[in-house]
């Protein structure tokens, strides 16, 4: 345990309540030995208690030392009066990019905007905008009003927050820094620890950044990887390097909201195998402004989950977890997590052995992580008052590479490592929609079954049934039948859609019939519609298909392609067989073929018009019957009734 700080002042109440003791225990003498036990044991308890507390209120607490006691009853919701932790005399500065609201502008010249173009290449974000904002810019609050009236304990453990990162642009990687600093009270911060991944740009191995944390006094602290180890291992071996009670995580590319570790670390003084998790917004990647993260319930909260390709979703916050809630915003319980931002006490995170070692690089750790808390005895909870930005990469980033000690695919590698350690009888859902993953040779699992077996964890099928009980509504385990298939002919044009092969952010075509690169499709149980590769399309589901849908943006846009993210929105299509007609439900609007540009616009509907009726080859009246109940409904994701 670390020695907590006691200053003169505080040394000398010490010997006077130890001077105290030993009048007590005097006093105690005459009694049988029994009664002096008891009572020796409950006044070194008091006294114990009344020491520590004079000694943290000059130091910091650790949260072995904090009474879960102390907590009890907290957080309390006042809401005439502002919470205890709450931020006074907020007021937001003018500048570049101040409070994260308004976009910052740059000038439109070419040079600039090949600068900016260059950045985001090297990056994934544009650093020439970043730079052009201050250092301790105030960021945006986009927490409900209700987390603003939550008054929390006093006793509350210091946390060390850990950043990892592999050759990180600068001004987002210091910014990062400062606004932990800025925005957590001193006494909350252990430390921040900062694990340089193996960076080789001059900013970071140049000394400039070892310069610079200098003016916090040993607050930061700096280390090297001797070599690239990936974000996996890397964040195992800032646990190592920190010595706070409780470790939080976050991304080299964030920005904390106000008052935003106090509802984050409250929860564990409870019980120090809860894991809380923040809400995260998004900055983006050009203007600096930030976002609520969309999807979820009405308001934005949803929980953490996966497909069974085990690749990350979000579903909506369901009324069972609500009724579990004492507040609307109160923290509630989530499968999964997504895994850059999260915290956890350094004694339960090393009881379960950090992360999987053979773990390579990204990919699957945040299951894994997920799966481990919650089948090993612990818990973990998505805190709506807790938020924090987070810029997500931007398109025409090239990346980071892979270290050349990484061989072959690690992410299937890791994948498969995650299933065969966690998912015991569930696998077999993994490898029907992956079967390829079946020749994967997942590595040496010894230890982290040794790890499974030690902590006596539950089963995956109990997680399922207690926990990710929802999940499979919204991911069914067999995969449904799909809505429709095949070619799409519109009526009007005689013209067939053509997904020639498009990516993210290229728009919908047409071509002819007869001379199509890309012309079969499948309007899946997501009630999205992707792109089918070859000319047998007849058992295809929805997992063969590319992962790129058809997205609308609203009336008079072409439609267009993104990822597929299943989440309904953008891109939820309803195909009605009596008017042949796509209606995108968000916008309420019909597809609609333009000859002449050959394209596909949203435009308001017209039974009338036949540019506006299309034929798919073949479909599924049933499907589509049970699609259509519900014809306009864009905020949740699609009604998957599937299973009884």
Known sequence: MRTVRIHVKSVIKLAVIFGCFGGIMFA???????????????????????AFEIAASDGKLRLEDIDPNSANGFPKLTKDEIGNYEPKDWKVPAGPGEGGVEPLKLDDSTEMQKKQKDAINEYGFNMVASDAISLDRYPADLRHEE??????????????VIFVFHNEGWSTLVRSIHSVINYTPPELLEEVVLIDDGSNKEHITGGRLEEHIKQWNGLVKL???????GLIRARSIGARKAVGSVLIYLDAHCEVEPNWIVPLVEPMVHDYRICTVPMVDAIDGATYVFTPQAGGDENNFARGAWDWDLLWKRIPLNDRERAR???????????????????????????????DEGLDIWGGE????????????????????????????????????????????????????VVEVWWDEYSKYFYERKPNAKHVDPGDLTEVKAVRERLQCKSFDWFMKEIGYDLPKHFPLVEPS?????????????????????GQGDQLALSECASVREGQWMLTWHED????????????????ARKVCWDGTGVGNPIGFWECHTQGGNQLFKYVPDKKQFIHSPSRACATAHEEQKKVYLKACDDSNDNQKWWWDKQDDATLARQNKDMMNHIDPPELDYLS
Not at 29 to 48: D, H, M, Q, V
Not at 223 to 229: G, I, K, M, T, V
Not at 529 to 544: F, W
């Open 28 to 50: 105690m003498w005459p009694k049988t030995t029994e009664e002096f036990i008891r009572e020796t044991e409950n006044s070194y308890k008091n006294l114990k208690q009344r």
């Open 147 to 160: 987390c603003k009236h939550y008054q929390y304990p006093e006793s509350l453990p210091a946390s060390s």
């Open 223 to 229: 280390y090297r990887n001797d070599r690239r180890e």
């Open 325 to 355: 809630q004492e507040h609307m915003t109160s923290p509630y319980r989530s499968p999964a997590m997504a895994g850059g931002l999260f915290a956890i006490s350094r004694k339960f995170f090393f009881e379960l052995g950090l992360y």
């Open 366 to 417: 945040n299951f894994e992580i997920s799966y481990k808390i919650w089948m090993c005895h612990g818990q973990m909870l998505f805190v709506p008052c807790s938020r924090v930005g987070h810029i997500y990469r931007m398109k025409g980033w090239r990346g980071n590479g892979t270290p050349s000690y990484v061989k072959g695919n690690f992410v299937d590698r890791n994948y498969v490592r």
């Open 482 to 502: 799909n809505a429709a298939r095949g070619h799409i002919t519109n009526v009007g044009t005689n013209l067939c859609v053509d997904g020639h092969h498009a």
């Open 529 to 544: 519609i992707r792109p089918l590769s070859g000319s047998n399309v007849e058992n295809k589901k929805a997992s063969d």
